[in-house]
């Protein structure tokens, strides 16, 4: 007998790279979870829930370039709906594997469970329609057709697809075949007149930079971008979505851009050139420090992922690819631009009997990171604290700034390190969005990884005092918990754990967590309100913030 329709989707899953499928089992789900369980070559990742399995997908596609989630019906896949969205936000392509009750049990409108008891049973496929770039529900005859039209949308698009499995359809003999489907091209004569125009607006400027976007490390274009950057030795600033895209020790690196906000001297220099060259730059709330970035449309070119902007010019049908490919070929012409030279953070503040202080915290984990770290931090004070930290060869700095949904730091970490157990994993993350999804740190010695985790408690959600009207209102007040045993009550057996609260005890936990050997987990608790300069500036543009 041939392939059924799991083993078919599951076998051009691993064609294209995919080796782990995060995800809960469900009796619904059963058939593709035997599948995967059953597959040479492919491992199932259980999580603590469903929203965590898609949150470490999301971490797994950011060092991978994609990943997979399976879910059970309507339960299970509502409760991941939030990282998926993520995911889409983000353009990182997922494949949402969600089993269905069987098609006799949909076509008789049977009322079981997971169900609303309304005898529907397409609710939730439609639910997932604005999150996802593609969906299918899952047949014999569609398989072999649907299962090639999904994986090239995912990957033309780098967004997830949703994939329903009725349960005895899973089961099923595929009917029939269908090749990969060719990637896109773009238009030659839209391709030829972009790069033309890129091209002549270069020439003519006297001073230029690159601004270059998280679009390019996801479709997996970064060393493209960087043999552009090196060869025509234009500078290159980051935005805080972007960060670490280029590696920051190259020579071209001014610094981290942010509009009024910060870096006052890089935000000259930027917005002071005769030309800004964007390649997948977005300009969000927190890329463009609280929209006060001012970039004039007439001097910026963006080239974005299907399409290219040149001044007022926009050229559709274009493929970002291709066009680094055209303009690296041409040889653009080697600019000698004065540049501000890119600054961390310095040295940290405070000796050895002292409260941790922002000053000291953020600059002491800056002396922290090495060369190829794997840096996950989450969304609000501790993200913005180390956004200008300078991150040492090799080393990449991950925070979900769009979609940003607390509790995505500790599971997006789990993925991240599964994808490249060899490297350092780092997961620095406040409290209160430890405490949405803290179980998660059980699968990292269950699979056998040392992440090095730093949990800050001070003592609620500082990000959200500073951007509330009322920042002692107690809807920003916390449960007490006892984070750093945390690992200990979670089975993670043997770890280094530590609760600081001076500068001394911060250093000391830092060197042991780096010689232990083992997993580390080390409680940082600061004043309430020790915010890094950007929180506090963050704070400060409330005006331009939600204008």
């Not at 936000?89 to 469970?113: C, K, W």
């Not at 595929?174 to 030829?192: C, M, Q």
């Amino acid at each position: 007998m041939g392939k059924t329709v799991i083993e078919h989707v599951l076998s051009r899953l691993q064609d294209i790279g995919i080796r782990d499928v995060f995800g809960v089992a469900g009796d619904f789900a059963f058939p593709i979870n035997d599948a995967v369980v059953n597959c040479n070559g492919m491992r199932w990742v259980g999580s603590c829930n469903e929203l965590n399995a898609a949150y470490s997908a999301d971490g797994y596609a950011r060092i991978h370039g994609m990943a997979a989630l399976c879910t059970t019906y309507a339960v299970g896949e509502l409760s991941a709906i939030n990282g998926v969205a993520g995911a889409y936000a983000e353009n990182l392509p997922i494949f949402h594997l969600v089993g269905m009750p069987a098609s006799r049990t949909q076509a008789e409108r049977r009322v079981v469970h997971h169900t609303l008891g309304n005898g529907e049973f397409e609710l939730f496929y439609k639910m997932a329609e604005p999150v996802v770039c593609a969906r299918a529900i899952m047949t014999p005859e569609n398989c072999a057709e649907e299962t090639e039209r999904l994986i090239a949308a995912a990957l033309y698009h780098r967004r997830p697809v949703y994939m329903a499995f009725p349960t005895d359809y899973a089961t099923s003999p595929v009917v029939g075949t269908a090749p990969p489907r060719p990637e896109p091209k773009s238009d030659p004569d839209a391709l030829a007149a972009a790069t033309t125009a890129i091209l002549a607006a270069l020439s003519e400027a006297r001073t230029a930079c690159v601004l270059p976007g998280s679009l390019v490390s996801r479709i997996g274009l970064t060393a493209k971008v960087r043999d552009l950057i090196t060869t025509s030795n234009l500078p290159f600033a980051t935005m805080l979505w972007d960060k670490s895209l280029l590696d920051e020790t190259l020579p071209n690196y001014v610094g981290m851009y942010d509009g009024k906000l910060m870096n006052e001297e890089v935000r000259a220099f930027i917005e002071g050139s005769d030309l800004v060259l964007g390649i997948g730059a977005v300009l969000t709330d927190f890329n463009s420090g609280s929209f006060t970035a001012n970039i004039e449309r007439s001097k910026s070119i963006n080239v974005q992922h299907h399409s290219v902007r040149v001044g007022e010019a926009v050229f559709n049908n274009v493929e970002m690819k291709d066009v680094l490919v055209k303009l690296t070929a041409a040889r653009i012409a080697r600019k000698d631009i004065k540049t501000p030279k890119a600054q961390g953070l310095g040295k940290p503040v405070g000796k050895p009997d002292d409260p941790i202080t922002a000053d000291y915290l953020y600059a002491r984990w800056e002396q922290m990171l090495k060369e190829d770290d794997i840096l996950v931090t989450e969304t609000g004070t501790s993200s913005m604290g180390l956004a200008f930290a300078r991150m040492p060869k090799g080393s990449t700095f991950y925070n979900q700034t769009l979609w940003g949904s607390i509790g995505w730091a500790t599971p997006a970490a789990f993925g991240a390190a599964m994808a490249s157990p060899g490297r350092r994993v780092i997961l620095i993350t406040g409290e209160g969005s430890h405490q949405l999804t803290a179980q998660e740190v059980s699968q990292f010695h269950r699979f056998g990884l040392k992440p090095l985790i730093f949990v800050l408690n001070n003592d609620g959600y500082l990000i959200e005092r500073l951007l509330a009207k009322d920042p002692e209102s107690y809807y920003n007040d916390l449960a007490k918990w006892h984070y750093h045993k945390l690992p200990e009550a979670l089975g993670c057996d043997g770890w280094m754990t530590m609760r600081v609260t001076t500068c001394g005890e911060l250093d000391e936990a830092i060197r042991m967590a780096e010689s232990c050997g083992t997993g580390a987990y080390v409680e940082v608790v600061t004043d309430k309100y020790a915010a890094s300069p950007l929180s506090k500036k963050m704070h400060e543009s409330l005006a331009t913030l939600y204008a």
